[in-house]
């Protein structure tokens, strides 16, 4: 027969004496507010870090969620690869006594491409949000936050309403799709380790960057009618002047990419594009251009992910831009601008017979 004791229950069995404390009971409501305060803070404290590496690495991050968007079956192909290779790549390492003191690294390496995959695909997630309701793009930290707690209450919710994982597939087919495009980008383990490090600030790291003098080139103008410019990501920027003077002022990673500064003919052209002679996709390179040139001259500018910025010109303006913002001070005859995710800030100078075309995927147009 069950004998009450002081402070509990205590019952007689076959195989010995249970003891039921009351205070278990009493607990139990304070154990599961603490294990949800507990899981609280640490989605929270993901998505701080994600959008802090949204704030140090925005074109990084905006080149990885481009290149998930662009072609996201192989990105997730390859991520799945990556992911089936990685313990044959750890027991490689341990049987090699080169290889032993580069397992931190490549736990790093690994740690880092898996937080740059979340915070690029919840970009991408944020990005297509947005275009939805017909909104601008967020900034990158604010994206990437906004699309990792996004998809963080869809996996909530479907556990809630039954056990449905539509949201925890999505984000694990997203991370690995954007382990992927962190590979098809060649973002490697120690570049990742150094640009997490600046974000890791956090962490009391520093960011190790690698880069050149910004190296500047005049050309003559006579005989000049055209600039033509092209990057796969960086800004760019060209403002009226007397003479025609080009500056490089972003090119963290110069081997990896090809510049072209040349005039031909009636056209001088700018070209950025990768070293490799085959490449899938952008795999890094970054160059952003710096120009002053004569108002007349016409302008072509092409980049896949950044900003683009021009003032006091009076030529033909024709710009395409993949992911980023284009502000035109002063604009002159025929305007042709374009981009799929950013706003369009545009002040004209109205000419007889001239025409203004601006097109956003996702953003604000705003004419002047």
Not at 51 to 74: H, M, Q, V, Y
Not at 90 to 98: A, D, E, G, K, W
Not at 230 to 239: Q, Y
Not at 298 to 315: K, P
Request: with cysteine.
């Amino acid at each position: 027969m069950p004998a009450l004791t002081k402070g509990g229950l205590k019952l007689a069995l076959a195989s010995g004496v249970h003891e039921v404390d009351d205070a278990d009971h009493e607990d139990a409501p304070t154990s599961r507010v603490v294990k949800a305060i507990a899981f609280v803070s640490f989605i929270a404290g993901i998505g701080f870090l994600l959008g802090l590496i949204g704030f140090f690495l925005p074109n990084e991050i905006k080149t990885i969620a481009s290149a998930i968007r662009l072609d996201f079956w192989r990105s997730l192909g390859v991520g799945t690869l990556a992911i089936i290779l990685i313990l044959p790549s750890f027991l490689l390492l341990t049987v090699s006594i080169l290889g032993i003191p580069l397992i931190p690294l490549a736990i790093l390496g690994w740690c880092a491409a898996a937080l740059m995959a979340v915070a690029s695909f919840g970009y991408m997630v944020a990005e297509r949000g947005s275009q939805w309701l017909n909104k601008a793009t967020p900034a990158a930290p604010l994206a990437s936050g906004i699309g990792w707690f996004g998809l963080k209450g869809i996996t909530l919710a479907g556990i809630l309403l039954g056990g449905f994982v539509g949201g925890t597939l999505l984000l694990t087919c997203g991370t690995v799709a954007g382990l992927g495009a962190v590979w098809n980008t060649r973002m490697s383990p120690e570049d990742l380790v150094k640009k997490i490090g600046l974000a890791g600030l956090f962490l009391g790291t520093a960011l190790v960057t690698r880069g050149a003098d910004n190296p500047k080139k005049t050309f003559a103008t006579t005989g000049i009618k055209k600039l033509e410019i092209e990057t796969p990501s960086g800004n760019i920027d060209v403002r009226a002047g007397d003479t025609i003077e080009v500056e490089i002022v972003q090119n963290k990673y110069p081997e990896r990419c090809k510049v072209t500064m040349e005039a031909k003919g009636d056209t001088v052209f700018l070209k950025a594009e990768s070293a490799r002679k085959k490449s899938w996709g952008n795999d890094g390179c970054e160059v952003g251009f710096k120009v002053t040139a004569p108002a007349p001259l016409a302008l072509r500018g092409q980049s896949g992910s950044g900003d683009v910025f021009t003032a006091g010109r009076r030529g033909a303006t024709y710009l395409r831009v993949g992911s980023g913002n284009i502000v035109l001070r002063d604009a002159g005859i025929d305007v042709n601008v374009e981009t799929g995710s950013g706003d369009i800030d545009l002040a004209w100078n109205r000419v007889s017979g001239s025409s203004v075309e601006a097109h956003s995927g996702s953003g604000d147009v705003t004419l002047k």
